[in-house]
Nanobody
Framework: QVQLVESGGGLVQAGGSLRLSCAAS????????MGWFHQAPGKEREFVAGISRSGGSTGYEDSVQGRFIISRDNAKNAVYLQMNSLKPGDTAVYYC?????????????????????WGQGTQVTVSS
């Protein structure tokens, strides 16, 4: 089993920044790719960013490319999402996820199916 706990959400004005953190426990963190997803009211959960188990490869949904940065610290069993230039459209619950299987060190996942473990989510609200 894997436990994931997100933190860092909150209310911010448009143009502002937030940094989300996700603390992982329960298995060898460095073996698994990680990801961030979000779910806005009335919408399905969507991929935001992914990072390989080494941290050397990252990927982003088009709307956050250039504004968000995913990173990880394997020594601390943590993954982060730095969110800059926030927009009202970024308002959602943000979830941290751990991959289902061990992948190559440079691979990350974009599909929900490839993630087996999820945190409880943290609310991000961006006001205009």
């Amino acid at each position: 089993q894997v436990q994931l706990v997100e933190s860092g959400g909150g209310l911010v004005q448009a143009g502002g920044s937030l940094r989300l953190s996700c603390a992982a426990s329960g298995r060898t963190f460095s073996n698994y790719a990680m990801g961030w997803f979000h779910q806005a009211p009335g919408k399905e959960r969507e991929f935001v960013a992914g990072i390989s188990r080494s941290g050397g490869s990252t990927g982003y949904e088009d709307s956050v490319q250039g504004r968000f940065i995913i990173s990880r610290d394997n020594a601390k069993n943590a993954v982060y999402l730095q969110m800059n230039s926030l927009k009202p459209g970024d308002t959602a619950v943000y979830y941290c996820a751990a991959a289902r299987a061990i992948a190559s060190s440079s691979y990350y996942y974009t599909r929900q199916y490839d993630y087996a473990y999820w945190g409880q989510g943290t609310q991000v609200t961006v006001s205009s």
